[in-house]
């Protein structure tokens, strides 16, 4: 059963514009929610997140939204670059583990 | 600070022969650490956990094992690998007051 996923395999954006990632949990009990950005032979480093009892966070030129009652996550970049190029991950955290979900590819163009 | 490093970096191995990847952590005491798994097209998948030495939690069921011989040493195993046991595997640790994981580098496995 997967408990958090990414509906969007990849996403392609013109440099300049906004990127929107969106990511969708079933379990009510996750209390934080996290974004990572995974670069090809790496591992993931993390972006931004989140905690449940918000539904906003701003760090530069990401934001994430978290909406409870939907149980729906997406974080924006505005505005996208091409080093944003690279397969984003959402989290999710009950007792301690993280669950997540399948990554979306985001290509950002010149 | 806290760093994390695993070994090796790239593995080719044939069917049935053993693994061993091992991970180090520094700068943090008794973490809590994890190795998960990407494989081709899938997200990143835990397979272990360990709270402290010898303690060790299996999420699925699996042809791997782990250890943790020292507090900041994480080992994943295999006595025979199979070819599905083929992917990107990841060591991690977790940061106790938000529960964010910091990844190392990761070890590509390639079982042929």
């Known amino acids: 059963d997967q408990q958090v996923k990414q509906n969007s395999p990849s996403l392609s954006v013109q440099e300049g514009r906004i990127s929107i990632l969106n990511c969708d949990y079933t379990n009510s009990m996750f209390d934080y929610f996290l974004w990572y950005k995974k670069y090809p032979a790496e591992g993931p480093t993390f972006l931004i997140s989140i905690s449940s009892i918000k539904d906003k966070n701003e760090d530069g030129r990401f934001t994430v939204f978290l909406n409870k009652s939907a149980k729906h996550l997406s974080l924006h970049i505005v505005p996208s670059q091409p080093g944003d190029s690279a397969v984003y991950f959402c989290a999710a955290r009950f007792y301690g583990k993280l669950t997540f979900g399948q990554g979306t590819i985001l290509t950002v163009h010149p | 600070s806290q760093t994390i490093h695993q070994w090796p970096a790239t593995l080719v191995q044939p069917v049935g022969s053993p693994l061993s990847l091992e991970c180090t952590v520094e700068?943090?005491?008794?973490?809590?650490l994890y190795w998960y798994r990407q494989a081709a097209g899938r997200g990143l998948q835990l397979l272990f956990y360990?709270?402290?030495?010898?303690?060790i939690s299996s999420e699925v069921p699996q042809n791997l094992s782990a250890s943790r011989p020292q507090d900041r040493q994480f080992i994943l195993s295999s006595k025979k690998l199979l070819l599905s046991d083929s992917g990107f595997y990841l060591c991690?640790?977790?940061?106790?007051?938000?529960?964010?994981?910091?990844f190392g580098e990761g070890s590509r496995l390639t079982v042929l």
């Open positions: 991690a640790w977790r940061k106790t007051d938000t529960g964010e994981l910091f």
């Open positions: 360990s709270v402290g030495i010898g303690q």
């Open positions: 700068g943090t005491s008794n973490p809590n």
